[in-house]
């Protein structure tokens, strides 16, 4: 099967559509050239809405993490951006539910084998930690995101760039200057090399 095909059939997907109280509406970005994969949770409200993946203040904060336009983030051919689930899961008690658990299971292993030249993967947040770092010693996020260099240079663990995450960066500034000059050398020279 061709990406194309798969990227139209799960845009079309409806396995879980009795779960989700906002509809199905898959969101995800990805072509064959790909060389970084982002691996996140799942799309928020305003992402539901517009159909563009990190359309909101936590793609704001992710591009800068990168130091990378908006251009360069939205290029399917350079950056690959797979949700852990791909539809607004809806809100929770505080924050988003969780990505439902229908969706990696059916798509994440055919979407992968079709993305053969990914150097690296951001694993943004718990529960793409979870499923991509499944022999992972550390017991949360945080020994998660410190211990970075064990899976260094083809994954690097990462907190959600949301807002909401202001306290844990500000608890954890070894995140600002140790963990980012390293992401963004990666990817300034994974993106150079791509041409």
Sequence with gaps: MSLSTLLKDVRACDICAAALPHGTRPVLQAGRKARILIAG???GRKVHESGVLFDDPSGDRLR???QVDREVFYDPDRL???PMGFCYPGPGK???LPPRPECAPQWRRPLLDLLPNIELTLVVGQYAQAHHLPDNPHKNLTETVRAWQDFWPHALPLPHPSPRNNIWMRKNPWFEADVLPALR???HKILSDAG
């Design 41 to 43: 949770q799942a799309p």
């Design 64 to 66: 800068d993490w990168l």
């Design 80 to 82: 690959a951006i797979l």
């Design 94 to 96: 505080s924050g988003d």
């Design 185 to 187: 050398g990666a990817v």
